[in-house]
């Protein structure tokens, strides 16, 4: 051992990436109450997914790390007209990677996959419901040579789902 401690957002990538090399697809869930996090945990969930949209405060950040978290998410908000920009969420992301949180944001379209990307992002999360598959990865990767990509929503219903749209796409889980 040399003396350096593995961080946790280090440890929570490392399995992912382990998971990836041995075939396995990621599964995350969102979990609303305790309870739900607590099945999740103990079905061998990758990732628990907790929501609060609206805040991307630097404070909070530290808030979360200091709870125990090991990451953060976007909320896909987009809302512009109510002054919670795309652009405010790329920032949050970049925030958290210097806090040393894992970063696994929601993108629509190419241009925000490469924004997420240069801001530090560890994992692209390919919001299917407004997406396309394959350029985002391109973008992802553009950046990051490690970069995982993940996808959600849209046809993703049921196992079988899964399957077929992460068939063919070595790089998608």
Aim: aromatic letters at 6%.
């Amino acid at each position: 051992m040399t003396g350096k401690t593995t961080s946790k957002r280090q440890q929570v990538l490392k399995r992912l990436r382990d998971n990836i090399s041995r075939g396995m697809a990621i599964v995350g869930g969102g979990a609303g109450i305790g309870l739900n996090a607590k099945t999740q945990e103990a079905g061998g969930i990758d990732l628990i997914i907790l929501y609060n949209s609206g805040r991307s405060d630097g404070w909070l950040l530290k808030e979360v790390k200091d709870l125990g978290f090991t990451g953060v998410r976007n909320f896909p908000t987009n809302l512009e007209e109510t002054e919670m920009s795309y652009e405010q969420e790329v920032e949050m992301i970049r925030m958290a990677h210097e806090f040393n949180l894992r970063t696994t944001p929601y993108v629509f379209n190419v241009d925000e996959a490469e924004r997420m990307a240069g801001a530090g992002a560890d994992v692209i999360i390919a919001h299917m419901g407004l997406t396309t598959i394959g350029t985002i990865e391109d973008s992802g990767c553009s950046c990051h040579e490690d970069q995982i990509v993940l996808c959600h929503s849209g046809p993703i219903a049921a196992p079988s789902d899964a399957k077929y749209v992460i068939s063919g796409h070595s790089w998608l889980l």
